[in-house]
């Protein structure tokens, strides 16, 4: 790949303490996309990450050309570093990749293959089935909500796997209420939104941020970030007067 040649895609990163696998994260996600012949770079956020996360993923910096990390002092939340992740991207089409290699790098190729076609996202779909019943539970629930209330053809809103053109990461909307409400507020302004069945992978390292199946629903994280979605959906419910007359003007 050209060093000089400015990137056509860039896939933002958003890590956690995932020092155990953010290289290899960074490895397949170059390996992928060099051989479906994309321009690439990768856009590592370490979101305040309490261990060697930002060591591991800038000892890449010589090996990658097209990686770059940015890191935040403290933990900030997934949305926020999604956000500075696109912001500072330099690509015409934005992926979101989760850090921790449960979803299938080869599968960012078969979304940006529809999203060519003319969509202006594409998001993946999971197989909820592959997740532990009370959280499948929740996620089914939520999904239909979301597809009742806002007449959206998407069944899985919350997955982290996700291509865009730039056009639509217009940041003062993008994230206002959170991750999950990427796909209504994108409905909301006359977006083209697909969705593709996208594959699980087995956790190699680590564990869940959001998820522990030893706890009761989950545990107190998965019971927090419950409460808040609900509580975004809330906010976005009392908003839709605004929201409405913005995707007027768009």
């Not at 927090?224 to 929201?243: D, I, N, Q, T, W």
Request: hydrophobic share 40%.
């Amino acid at each position: 790949m050209n060093a000089g040649k400015s990137p056509s895609v860039s896939i933002i990163v958003p890590a956690f303490n995932e020092e155990g696998i953010i290289s290899t994260c960074i490895e397949e996600l170059f390996k992928v996309m060099r051989a479906a012949n994309y321009c690439t770079e990768v856009v590592v956020v370490n979101d305040g990450s309490t261990d060697q996360t930002l060591m591991k993923a800038k000892f890449n910096l010589k090996t990658y050309p097209y990686l770059r990390v940015l890191s935040f002092r403290r933990h900030h939340g997934k949305a926020t570093a999604l956000r500075e992740g696109i912001r500072a991207a330099r690509g015409d089409i934005v992926a979101l990749f989760d850090a921790d290699l449960q979803y299938d790098p080869s599968d960012l190729v078969m979304l940006l293959d529809v999203l060519n076609k003319g969509p202006d996202i594409v998001t993946g779909k999971r197989d909820f089935l592959r997740y532990q019943r009370t959280r499948a539970v929740f996620s089914t629930i939520y999904n239909r909500l979301l597809r009742l209330i806002f007449r959206l053809d998407v069944s899985d809103s919350n997955c982290g796997m996700k291509v865009l053109r730039r056009k639509t990461s217009n940041m003062d909307f993008l994230f206002r209420f959170g991750t999950a409400l990427m796909m209504p507020l994108l409905k909301l302004r006359g977006y083209r939104i697909a969705e593709r069945e996208v594959s699980l992978r087995q956790r190699k390292v680590g564990q869940s941020k959001f998820f522990d199946d030893r706890s009761f629903l989950g545990g107190w994280k998965h019971i927090k970030a419950v409460s808040y979605h609900s509580g975004m959906l809330l906010c976005l419910l009392a908003s839709l007067p605004s929201e409405w007359s913005r995707s007027r003007v768009h």
